[in-house]
């Protein structure tokens, strides 16, 4: 089994923090290889078809069609001859960062339930493709090309062009999306997988300070791996490491404050194991070594700060 490329947004946005563009041909392929990406992805056939594999199904895509690729899905795109597709690649958390306003809330929520369509529906009857109406097709073809001129050329202010053309593709997605039949099923199909991460992030929140890992908790969820990191990080804004890790420095914190255990004892209590990681992990968490914020908190304590 071929194990995946991972493509992070550090090493690949480096014309533009927020985006990246280019035309794929079969002579210039891009995203041929198994690989999965830390930020999400449309592709827009505009010539001929390619073969689309995502999570070891293979869909044809055609002329027209486009498909949304949610970060961390593993995935790869083969083109015929003579066929070619504009790929866009951008980071949702920059275009629509959170906290926001009402407004931006709603538009994460109709993308983050969009992003999902196709990619969690049971295997036999799911096409991870978006199909636009005939009407709205025009507009989507003139989009796409547009944010690749603006990106090829770098004309003045091209960056906040990009932003605003990238913005309004989205917007476009939502519309097409809010009229589309699946749209109901889809939305259910969130909610029942939203209930299972509950579930799973439930059973972090009350095991952080035992051995936990990754396949105990994609069990729980019933989810394969792929699936599970990302709608974990989809509702939580955090990885499952980062968020186990922040579990268990706020138990640690609740001991510090609260007890004269010795920083070896809060480690073991917490799920460390071992008292120099655990010092580690809480000083670039907190700012200050377990030790200096028992004293500077609670300096009554002092006395079970014993390391």
């Known amino acids: 089994m071929k194990s995946p490329v991972f493509m992070t947004q550090e090493l690949f946005f480096v014309k533009c923090s927020f985006c990246n563009v280019f035309e794929v041909t079969d002579e210039k392929p891009s995203g041929d290889i198994l690989h999965a990406h830390d930020y999400a992805q449309i592709w827009y056939v505009t010539r001929g078809q390619c073969d689309h594999y995502v999570e070891n199904q293979l869909y044809l895509m055609t002329a027209g069609d486009t498909f949304l690729i949610p970060p961390m899905v593993e995935h790869e795109t083969v083109l015929a001859p003579g066929s070619a597709a504009i790929s866009v690649e951008f980071s949702l958390e920059d275009l629509f960062p959170t906290p926001c306003g009402a407004a931006q809330t709603e538009i994460r929520s109709y993308l983050d339930r969009m992003s999902v369509?196709?990619?969690?529906?049971?295997?036999?009857?799911?096409?991870?493709?978006?199909?636009?109406?005939?009407?709205?097709?025009?507009?989507?073809?003139?989009?796409?090309?547009?944010?690749?001129?603006?990106?090829?050329?770098?004309?003045h202010c091209y960056q906040d062009m990009l932003r605003v053309k990238l913005q309004e593709l989205l917007l476009l997605y939502i519309r097409e999306y809010l009229t589309s039949p699946e749209s109901r099923s889809t939305d259910l199909t969130y909610e029942r997988y939203q209930a299972l991460m509950n579930k799973a992030i439930a059973?972090?929140?009350?095991?952080?300070?035992?051995?936990?890992s990754l396949e105990d908790v994609c069990r729980i969820s019933t989810l394969s791996k792929t699936y599970f990191c990302y709608l974990f990080k989809l509702m939580t804004q955090k990885t499952f490491v980062e968020y186990i890790t922040e579990r268990r420095v706020q138990g640690a914190m609740r001991l510090l404050q609260n007890t004269t255990m010795s920083i070896q004892a809060v480690s073991e209590q917490t799920g460390f194991h071992d008292a120099a990681?655990?010092?580690?992990?809480?000083?670039?968490?907190?700012?200050?070594?377990?030790?200096?914020?028992?004293?500077?908190?609670?300096?009554?304590?002092?006395?079970?700060?014993?390391e």
Do not use: C, W
């Open 117 to 155: 369509m196709g990619f969690l529906q049971d295997s036999k009857t799911r096409q991870p493709r978006f199909r636009f109406r005939p009407e709205a097709m025009p507009k989507l073809d003139r989009l796409m090309r547009e944010i690749l001129e603006e990106f090829r050329e770098e004309k």
């Open 203 to 212: 059973h972090i929140d009350e095991h952080y300070n035992e051995s936990i």
């Open 277 to 306: 990681n655990f010092s580690r992990t809480f000083r670039k968490a907190v700012g200050i070594s377990p030790r200096d914020y028992r004293k500077m908190r609670f300096p009554a304590r002092e006395g079970g700060n014993n």
